[in-house]
């Protein structure tokens, strides 16, 4: 069955809701100092008992459909995919920032429907998105579950610090990665005189 893309203007909750993000997570990534004190490195901790992440509240998706309908608005995007007539994924990028980069403001799928490419498609697509609004590179705040940092990690972004977190109290930190674009500009060549 093939997955069906379309881009939104406006956040719609009960598209969103049809997005199951509930999850087992049996790992969590954690931040720790290198040997040598200058750069950071992430160690993943074990979770006994697993932590249960549960499908949206009505709180959590009324906070957070505000937030993303006002990113936007001010020149973000919202990609959904379907399968069947049913929303089994979707992403938002925000507006570009001064510094050229752009935020994966978020990118959710199905349980039931996860590692199956997904993920990727949507992915692929908002940062293809990015690249067309000239971004710098494509900033991810990610929660720091096994599954989120591995994703990220298999779409080639660099992980470039830990922040703290107060959005979702159950994960109170994020894996912050950043995707670097190479410009499509390149400096003329200087020859040696």
Same mark, same amino acid.
């Given at each position: ?48 008992? =697993?932590?249960? +992440?549960? !499908?949206?509240?009505? *709180? ?10 006002? @990113? %936007? ?63 710098? =590179?494509?900033? +991810?705040? !990610?929660?720091?579950? *096994? ?10 972004? @660099? %992980? ?34």
């Amino acid at each position: 069955m093939s997955i069906q893309v379309n881009e939104l203007m406006t956040i719609d909750v009960e598209i969103m809701r049809q997005v199951d993000r509930s999850e087992i997570v049996d790992g969590l990534y954690c931040g720790r100092q290198t040997s040598n004190g200058f750069g950071l490195e992430l160690q993943k901790i074990n979770q006994d008992p =697993s932590i249960k +992440i549960p !499908s949206w509240s009505e *709180e959590g998706m009324s906070s957070r459909s505000k937030k993303w309908q006002q @990113e %936007i608005e001010i020149g973000g995007h919202m990609l959904t995919a379907s399968k069947a007539g049913k929303t089994v994924g979707f992403g938002i990028i925000g507006p570009k920032h001064a510094d050229g980069s752009i935020e994966l403001v978020a990118l959710f799928v199905s349980s039931e429907v996860r590692k199956s490419g997904i993920g990727t498609l949507l992915f692929r697509q908002l940062e293809a998105m990015a690249r067309m609004e000239k971004a710098s =590179s494509l900033l +991810i705040y !990610s929660n720091p579950t *096994e599954s989120a940092v591995d994703f990220y990690r298999r779409q080639n972004c @660099e %992980i470039v610090g830990i922040a703290d977190k107060s959005l979702v109290t159950r994960l109170p930190w994020d894996v912050v990665f950043a995707k670097p674009f190479e410009s499509e500009e390149k400096p003329p060549n200087k020859a040696s005189t």
